[in-house]
């Protein structure tokens, strides 16, 4: 079972206080008397009391130890600043280069777009002219892979068109209308009748009928 961390507050009993104070003070001069005799170090401690009593511990001279930290944060700090301030000089120099390749790609997409021309020798010519023509060739190759993908959504449309017309001619069962208009005129052509005589009209019925209407009985 894991227990939560108890959370650490001030005590508010005024004589728990001062008890815990005694006893984690001389815990914790003890502490640094072992770690300066164990290790070797040089250990300074200084502990206020709540009501400002000085208690200190060094394993050597207090005030050299103190003297050596205002060395230490001083050099710390000019190390720092140092690191600042080559960190923005290192920035100024990358902003200034990211500004020269700017100004270098506008120079170029200017001559690109024909503008700017007249101080360019032959060789750079050539070269922004082989830009364009890659250029061309890249939009051409695009332009006709989009033609392709169009074509081929419009068949699989065409497709299910010619599909769905099908299922509606099967629904609906509509007869197929006879048109003997071209066809008697080609016969009328055939057999050297003149085209009037040829019946030009679309007629449905039986067969009885039409014959009835084309020779009719005195």
Same mark, same amino acid.
């Given at each position: 079972?894991?227990?939560?961390?108890? #959370?650490? @507050?001030?005590?508010?009993?005024?004589?728990?206080? #001062? %008890?815990?104070?005694?006893?984690? @003070?001389? $815990?914790?001069?003890?502490?640094?008397?072992?770690?300066?005799?164990?290790?070797?170090?040089?250990?300074?401690?200084?502990?206020?009391?709540? @009501? $400002?009593?000085?208690?200190?511990?060094?394993?050597?001279?207090?005030?050299?130890?103190?003297?050596?930290?205002?060395?230490?944060? &001083?050099?710390?700090?000019?190390? !720092?600043?140092?690191?600042? +301030?080559?960190? #923005?000089?290192?920035? &100024?120099?990358?902003?200034?280069?990211?500004?020269?390749?700017?100004? =270098? =790609?506008?120079?170029? !997409?200017?001559?690109?777009? $024909? +503008?700017?021309?007249?101080?360019?020798?032959?060789?750079?010519?050539?070269?922004?002219?082989?830009?364009?023509?890659?250029?061309?060739?890249?939009?051409?190759?695009?332009?006709?892979? %989009?033609? !392709?993908? #169009?074509?081929?959504?419009?068949?699989?449309?065409?497709?299910?068109?010619?599909?769905?017309?099908? &299922?509606?001619?099967?629904?609906?069962?509509?007869?197929?209308?006879?048109?003997?208009?071209?066809?008697?005129?080609? @016969?009328?052509? +055939?057999? $050297?009748?003149?085209?009037?005589?040829?019946?030009?009209?679309?007629?449905?019925?039986?067969? +009885?009928?039409?014959?009835?209407?084309?020779?009719?009985?005195?």
């Amino acid at each position: 079972m894991v227990r939560g961390k108890t #959370q650490m @507050r001030r005590i508010e009993n005024a004589t728990s206080r #001062q %008890v815990t104070f005694s006893k984690r @003070r001389n $815990g914790l001069l003890k502490k640094a008397f072992e770690l300066s005799v164990l290790c070797d170090a040089e250990v300074s401690l200084i502990v206020f009391s709540p @009501r $400002g009593k000085l208690y200190e511990f060094a394993s050597s001279s207090m005030q050299d130890t103190i003297e050596r930290y205002r060395r230490h944060v &001083k050099e710390h700090q000019t190390h !720092k600043k140092v690191i600042d +301030e080559n960190s #923005q000089q290192q920035l &100024k120099i990358e902003a200034a280069n990211l500004m020269k390749k700017i100004e =270098l =790609l506008e120079v170029s !997409k200017r001559k690109l777009l $024909g +503008e700017g021309l007249g101080s360019c020798n032959l060789e750079e010519l050539q070269k922004i002219e082989q830009q364009l023509e890659k250029s061309v060739s890249s939009v051409r190759a695009r332009k006709n892979q %989009v033609y !392709k993908e #169009q074509i081929e959504q419009l068949k699989q449309k065409e497709k299910l068109l010619v599909a769905e017309n099908a &299922k509606l001619s099967e629904k609906c069962a509509v007869p197929a209308l006879a048109v003997v208009k071209d066809k008697g005129e080609k @016969r009328a052509l +055939e057999e $050297g009748s003149p085209v009037s005589d040829v019946e030009t009209e679309l007629f449905i019925g039986p067969p +009885e009928s039409r014959i009835k209407r084309f020779h009719p009985t005195n």
